[in-house]
């Protein structure tokens, strides 16, 4: 058996939270200082703003502007114990869990773990596909994209060219069509600067996806938009197509067209992180786990589960809730509620709308009472996406690279870094 995890043993109900995403976060900041001892596990040191991950990945922002460490933010609180570590195995009968850095029991127990990549079973599209659900998957993008230029400025044929300066993004909802309308603008604005011999006109940008419309998530008006933005900017997006083979260097459509790229980014879905020992728990469509209105594991006795591997089904939203930020906020608040005072309220879900960025100056949103593009939506993404930043700091700083790069249409972080003891990549 494992050794136990060093974290004191006290006459306090200890609340163990797997997971300081949105959900996990808020739900431990809420808890802290209620009477309860709280174990946060994350396989991270910091805390993860997922939404601008893509403008990491495009040379944008610096990690460090986007992500929060963890122990700062607790820095003066008492009766919470964070450890890094990867949570393995949940031992429902005994209460306990295991974990790479030994086990650790608890009284109760939320699962906020989030969702990563679904690549649908397909082990040639995850290894030769780039995904973005985390700061270092993003870095990795960022290193790959900026190398992928300096290959391209040294290969003479325009065939293998072709390879490195072309970019597929698969899935058009949100993460794609941001992502999109980014490598766009790296295209139009920073390849004449940085890399003035390479031909612009060379380097291509695809957005495909399976549906009829864009962000399928949104409204009719708000996918028809985006693909209006994305035209002009000269992304070719191709809709009613599937991939069917990604290779090192080619991707294959349903249509039966082969693109040649050694980029192929694959936005196309998401699936949620299960655990080991949790086999009996009811899953829902995208691995989600079945709760009830007061977010307890159906079927389980203090478990429960929140944010994206929480499927609640309402009326509303049959199908469990948007897997978006505001729901793994408000979810934490609701469980919060209920652990601190014992009252059971079950979770209503109050949507606030929502939104996708399209390059400078272009957004769509969509509120309840309507929808609307254009640069006022732009500025409000800037906002929102502003002000749910953990941290003064990060705000001020992203505030201020935004507002360089808006001024000048540059940026100064494109640093291919490597991260190795002798500093050398691996040959
Ligand atoms: C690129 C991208 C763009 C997005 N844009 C938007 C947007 O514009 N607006 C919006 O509302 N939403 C957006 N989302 C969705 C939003 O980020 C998620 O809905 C939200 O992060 C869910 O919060 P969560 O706490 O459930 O999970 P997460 O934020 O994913 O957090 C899960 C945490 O669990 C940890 N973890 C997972 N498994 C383990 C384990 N076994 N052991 C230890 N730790 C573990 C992870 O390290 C992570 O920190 C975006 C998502 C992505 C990926």
Same mark, same amino acid.
């Given at each position: 058996?494992?050794?136990?995890?060093?974290?004191?043993?006290t006459d306090?109900?200890?609340?163990?939270?797997?997971?300081?995403?949105?959900?996990?976060?808020?739900?431990?900041?809420?808890?802290?200082?209620?009477?309860?001892?709280?174990?946060?596990?994350?396989?991270?040191?910091? *805390?993860?703003?997922?939404?601008?991950?893509?403008?990491?990945?495009?040379?944008?922002? &610096?990690?460090?502007s986007?992500?929060?460490?963890?122990?700062?933010?607790?820095?003066?609180?008492?009766?919470?114990?964070?450890?890094?570590?990867?949570?393995? &195995?949940?031992?429902?009968?005994?209460?306990?869990?295991?974990?790479?850095?030994?086990?650790?029991?608890?009284?109760?127990?939320?699962?906020?773990?989030?969702?990563?990549?679904?690549?649908?079973?397909?082990?040639?599209? !995850?290894?030769?596909?780039?995904?973005?659900?985390?700061?270092? &998957?993003?870095?990795?993008? %960022?290193?790959?994209?900026? %190398?992928?230029? &300096?290959? !391209?400025?040294?290969?003479?044929?325009?065939?293998?060219?072709?390879?490195y300066?072309?970019?597929?993004?698969?899935?058009?909802?949100?993460?794609?069509?941001?992502l999109?309308?980014?490598?766009?603008?790296?295209?139009?604005?920073?390849?004449?600067?940085?890399?003035?011999?390479?031909?612009?006109?060379?380097?291509?940008v695809?957005?495909?996806?399976?549906?009829?419309?864009?962000?399928?998530?949104?409204?009719?008006?708000?996918?028809?938009?985006?693909?209006?933005?994305?035209?002009?900017?000269?992304?070719?997006?191709?809709?009613?197509?599937?991939?069917?083979?990604?290779?090192?260097?080619?991707?294959?459509?349903?249509?039966?067209?082969?693109?040649?790229?050694?980029?192929?980014?694959?936005?196309?879905?998401?699936?949620?992180?299960?655990?080991?020992?949790?086999?009996?728990?009811?899953?829902e469509?995208?691995?989600?786990?079945k709760?009830?209105?007061?977010?307890?594991?159906?079927?389980?006795?203090?478990?429960?589960?929140i944010?994206?591997? @929480?499927?609640?089904?309402?009326?509303?939203?049959?199908?469990?809730?948007?897997?978006?930020?505001?729901? !793994?906020?408000?979810?934490?608040?609701?469980?919060?509620?209920?652990?601190?005072?014992?009252?059971?309220?079950?979770?209503?879900?109050?949507?606030?709308?929502?939104?996708?960025?399209?390059?400078?100056?272009? @957004?769509?949103?969509?509120?309840?009472?309507?929808?609307? *593009?254009?640069?006022? !939506?732009?500025?409000?993404?800037?906002?929102?996406?502003?002000?749910?930043?953990?941290?003064?700091?990060?705000?001020?700083?992203?505030?201020?690279?935004?507002?360089?790069?808006?001024?000048?249409?540059?940026?100064?972080?494109?640093?291919?870094? %490597?991260?190795?003891?002798?500093?050398?990549?691996?040959?």
């Amino acid at each position: 058996m494992q050794t136990v995890v060093n974290i004191p043993e006290t006459d306090k109900q200890r609340i163990v939270i797997i997971g300081a995403g949105f959900a996990g976060l808020t739900l431990a900041k809420k808890l802290v200082d209620k009477g309860y001892q709280v174990v946060v596990f994350d396989r991270n040191n910091f *805390h993860q703003f997922q939404p601008l991950l893509y403008q990491v990945a495009m040379s944008g922002l &610096e990690p460090s502007s986007i992500s929060f460490p963890l122990r700062k933010i607790f820095q003066k609180k008492k009766d919470i114990h964070i450890r890094m570590a990867e949570v393995i &195995e949940v031992k429902v009968a005994e209460k306990y869990l295991t974990t790479n850095i030994g086990r650790c029991n608890f009284d109760k127990l939320v699962i906020a773990t989030g969702a990563t990549t679904n690549f649908y079973g397909n082990e040639q599209i !995850a290894k030769n596909t780039f995904s973005l659900k985390s700061t270092g &998957e993003a870095m990795y993008l %960022r290193n790959q994209v900026l %190398r992928d230029y &300096e290959t !391209a400025l040294i290969t003479r044929d325009y065939e293998i060219r072709q390879k490195y300066l072309d970019t597929v993004v698969v899935g058009g909802g949100a993460t794609g069509v941001e992502l999109a309308g980014a490598i766009a603008e790296l295209k139009h604005f920073i390849l004449p600067k940085d890399y003035v011999e390479l031909d612009n006109k060379e380097v291509d940008v695809y957005l495909v996806h399976s549906g009829e419309r864009l962000l399928p998530g949104m409204s009719q008006k708000s996918g028809a938009a985006a693909e209006e933005f994305l035209l002009k900017m000269g992304v070719n997006v191709i809709k009613n197509t599937t991939v069917t083979d990604v290779t090192e260097d080619s991707v294959t459509l349903s249509d039966g067209r082969v693109i040649t790229t050694k980029k192929v980014i694959w936005a196309a879905g998401i699936t949620g992180n299960k655990l080991a020992g949790l086999e009996h728990a009811i899953l829902e469509r995208g691995n989600r786990y079945k709760v009830d209105p007061y977010h307890k594991l159906v079927g389980f006795e203090d478990i429960y589960a929140i944010g994206d591997i @929480a499927s609640m089904s309402v009326p509303d939203y049959p199908e469990g809730h948007p897997q978006v930020a505001q729901t !793994a906020l408000q979810q934490a608040h609701n469980l919060a509620s209920i652990l601190i005072s014992g009252k059971m309220k079950p979770f209503t879900y109050k949507d606030k709308g929502s939104m996708a960025t399209i390059g400078r100056n272009r @957004a769509v949103v969509d509120f309840k009472l309507g929808h609307f *593009h254009g640069f006022f !939506a732009w500025i409000l993404w800037l906002v929102v996406h502003l002000m749910a930043l953990i941290g003064t700091r990060n705000k001020i700083f992203v505030f201020l690279n935004w507002v360089w790069n808006y001024i000048t249409y540059d940026q100064s972080l494109r640093l291919i870094l %490597r991260a190795s003891k002798d500093g050398k990549w691996p040959s």
